[in-house]
């Protein structure tokens, strides 16, 4: 069982920057791979930044390259995702998601419950 929980989210001016963490119990270090996901309100939930289970294998939304930056430490067994340059456009729910390595990303297994970002134009 992996449980996952997402902090840092908040309120900012469009062109500042916030950090989200996500701290996860259970063993996730050496068999999952770890991301965040976005929802903003009508839109549907989309893949914003992954990351494979020894901190290779990144991947980012076209929207977000080289503005966001995914990063995990297994020791502290924390996922975070650095966001700079934040657009209005960035504002959504922020979901913290786990899933085994090599299962793809259309079910992550676990989910956490979110963090709301919101980007003041």
């Known amino acids: 069982q992996v449980t996952l929980v997402e902090s840092g989210g908040g309120l900012v001016q469009a062109g500042g920057s916030l950090r989200l963490s996500c701290a996860a119990s259970?063993?996730?270090?050496?068999?999952?791979?770890m991301g965040w996901f976005r929802q903003a309100p009508g839109k549907e939930r989309e893949r914003v930044a992954t990351?494979?289970?020894?901190?290779?294998?990144?991947y980012y939304a076209d929207s977000v390259k080289g503005r966001f930056s995914i990063s995990r430490d297994n020791a502290k067994n924390t996922v975070h995702l650095q966001m700079n340059s934040l657009k209005f456009e960035d504002t959504a729910v922020y979901y913290c998601?786990?899933?085994?390595w090599g299962s793809g990303w259309s079910k992550p297994g676990y989910w956490g419950q979110g963090t709301q970002v919101t980007v003041s134009s």
């Open positions: 998601a786990a899933a085994l």
């Open positions: 259970g063993r996730t270090s050496s068999s999952y791979a």
């Open positions: 990351i494979g289970p020894y901190g290779g294998s990144t």
